[in-house]
């Protein structure tokens, strides 16, 4: 696939940008999370779950969430318990080691797992020993296939050199750290000193131990960031030299995320200076060698997922960005989702609730969503402008067996002020091609082919971040 070119003109995009910078999903999933509904419980995720039109060769991925934190992080948006109490994680292995023995006793046909991945909260909150454990009652109950990619969240701050020994031990291949900036005044703000040196060595450890491949988080759109300051970071950041990146807008989304109404807003930058702090940091990426992966990721041209993009079987997934086509995902731990081929079910969000769920039923579904037809159709359609930033007539009529052009004609009249712009180029029988420019707008395509997005937005009621 050629690269788009990401040599763009910050007075155009500053021209264009009070047009495109609304709220709107990041698309996830298809249907978005606030059209599931709360009918869709336990009984439905369990018959689900049974289901036997599936291949065994197939793959699985399996996900879990562990909640909790040592202290906040005053940006965060995530489902986290802020506690220093270690008896709550005792607690939690035991809840979720009932979880994790309903869904395998629900699962009908058997699956290697081929992706493993742990996320939160800190996971590294967990003792060494008490990751061992939660690993070793995941892997029992749902096998790893050889070479499968296992991945942790870690917080640098509180991940030593036993939690190292002990995650490669088990089978972690792959680890991802959250940094965010490396600015004194920032991380004041934020709440959340990490020194650079901490950093830097827990890569090397993590290198040294076999890890094959290291990720950093970083955050755009901070309190105080200035491109300048963030240019430092990026000096520090490229110096480490990752295997991957992911580059997040701070949503400032303060019905889900409290704690954000600590910050003053005139401390954040103002809409233009995030842009050129977002496209600095880019140019910088790209011209250290990094490929633009979609929508905020990043990696090196001999990474997984530099190669899935290539071969266009580049997916996403809550997880974020994939190598794993078409495969089932079962979620663990409050607030997890599972992403079935025919459903999405999402647990309890809050701990007690989960553990009392789980104690009760073996399950935590609280809401859910059956795809229709239509929905398995858009989410294959939003699926490629996202993973692949285009959208072929040719695959479409393949596999919908109907030109793509017919299909959506009213979406693709639509996009003419998107075309206008600049975003994208449609062909003549409808096919898409996001530009560089359009690959940063790559939500407002998406939102064109949302069939649920009208009647969501005649609420008024905040749901989603700002696209940019
Ligand atoms: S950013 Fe990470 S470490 Fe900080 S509160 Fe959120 S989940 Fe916890």
């Known amino acids: 696939m050629s690269e788009p070119s990401f040599d763009l003109d910050l007075e155009q995009v500053e021209e264009i940008l009070p047009r495109y910078a609304i709220e709107g999903p990041r698309y996830t999933s298809y249907p978005t999370a606030p059209v599931w509904k709360q009918s869709y419980g336990v009984a439905e995720f369990r018959h689900e779950l049974g289901r036997e039109d599936i291949d065994p060769a197939d793959g699985l991925s399996v996900y879990v969430h562990v909640p909790f934190c040592r202290s906040l992080c005053h940006y965060c948006a995530c489902n986290k318990v802020i506690t220093q109490k270690t008896e709550l994680a005792a607690r939690y292995l035991d809840v979720i080691e009932r979880e994790i023995e309903t869904v395998r006793e629900a699962v009908r046909v058997p699956r290697l797992v081929t992706q493993h991945h742990w996320g939160g909260g800190t996971p590294t909150y967990l003792e060494p020993e008490q990751l061992t454990r939660l690993f070793r009652m995941v892997s029992a109950a749902f096998p790893l296939a050889e070479a499968a990619e296992v991945s942790i969240e870690v917080d640098p701050r509180v991940t ?37 040196d901490e950093t830097a060595a827990l890569v090397d450890e993590s290198r040294a131990a076999g890890f094959k491949s290291v990720n950093f988080d970083l955050i755009y759109g901070l309190p105080y960031q200035t491109v300048e300051s963030f240019d430092r970071t990026l000096d520090t950041v490229l110096e480490i030299s990752p295997d991957r990146l992911a580059l997040y807008s701070y949503a400032h989304v303060t019905w889900v995320a409290k704690q954000q109404r600590g910050f003053e807003r005139k401390d954040l930058p103002p809409a233009d200076l995030k842009l050129r702090i977002m496209l600095h940091a880019i140019r910088r990426f790209l011209d250290a060698g990094y490929r633009f992966i979609g929508l905020d990721h990043f990696a090196k041209p001999d990474d997984e997922l530099s190669q899935a993009l290539e071969a266009r079987t580049l997916r996403r997934n809550f997880m974020g960005h994939t190598t794993q086509a078409g495969v089932d995902l079962l979620g663990f731990g409050p607030s997890a989702i599972s992403e079935l081929r025919g459903s999405y079910a999402q647990n309890q969000r809050e701990l007690g609730a989960w553990q009392a769920a789980v104690q009760d039923q073996g399950l935590a579904t609280l809401r859910g969503h059956s795809l229709s037809e239509d929905d398995l159709e858009r989410r294959w359609l939003i699926g490629r402008l996202m993973c692949l930033g285009e959208l072929r007539a040719e695959d479409y009529a393949k596999r919908f067996g109907r030109p793509f052009g017919d299909a959506y004609s009213a979406e693709l009249s639509r996009l003419d002020a998107m075309v206008a712009d600049g975003l994208v180029i449609r062909s003549a029988d409808g096919t898409l091609r996001m530009t560089g420019l359009g690959r940063l707008f790559v939500r407002n395509v998406a939102m064109v082919f949302d069939a649920y997005l009208p009647e969501q937005q005649k609420t008024g009621q905040p749901m989603f971040s700002k696209t940019v």
Do not use: C, Y
Request: a negative charge; zero cysteines.
């Open 160 to 196: 030593t050199s036993e939690h190292i020994a002990a995650l490669r031990e088990s089978g972690f291949n792959r680890i991802s750290m959250g940094v965010q900036d490396f600015d004194p005044k920032v991380q004041e703000a934020v709440h959340r000193i990490q020194p650079v």
